[in-house]
């Protein structure tokens, strides 16, 4: 079992920059993946990034460059780094984990996102 708590987002302005954590509380595995990944009203859940265990990232060809993934083991918590937001950006996003064997990928730059587990969400606006 796994549990995860992000923080809050956060709202911006084209081009702006923010940055997403997502801490995990309770973790019964012994190796896991984790990622991010959001979804607008009325579109699709969309994959940006995972990361493994070993500190490997992968990304979505839509964020690759302006987003960035990494973890610090020690707190055991995730981050999202937002930069060059822009309006279409706009989401819930969600941090994601799954043991490290069930762990999605990425294939021709779309990252799945079949995470086990998941946070509550946080809320990125950007606006133009």
């Known amino acids: 079992q796994v549990l995860l708590a992000e923080s809050d987002g956060g709202s911006v302005q084209d081009g702006g920059s923010l940055r997403l954590s997502c801490r995990t509380l309770?973790?019964?595995?012994?190796?896991?993946?984790m990622g991010w990944f959001r979804q607008a009203p009325g579109k699709e859940r969309e994959g940006l990034a995972l990361i493994e265990e070993d500190g490997t990232a992968e990304y979505a060809d839509s964020v690759k460059g302006r987003f960035t993934i990494s973890k610090d083991n020690v707190t055991d918590t995730l981050y999202l780094e937002l930069n060059s937001l822009k309006p279409e950006d706009t989401a819930m996003y969600y941090c994601?984990?799954?043991?490290?064997?069930?762990?999605?990928?990425?294939?021709?730059?779309?990252?799945?996102?079949?995470?086990?587990?998941r946070g509550q969400g946080t809320q990125v606006t950007v606006s133009s």
């Open positions: 994601g984990a799954d043991r490290a064997r069930l762990c999605p990928h990425c294939y021709g730059g779309t990252c799945y996102s079949d995470f086990g587990y």
């Open positions: 309770k973790n019964t595995y012994s190796h896991l993946c």
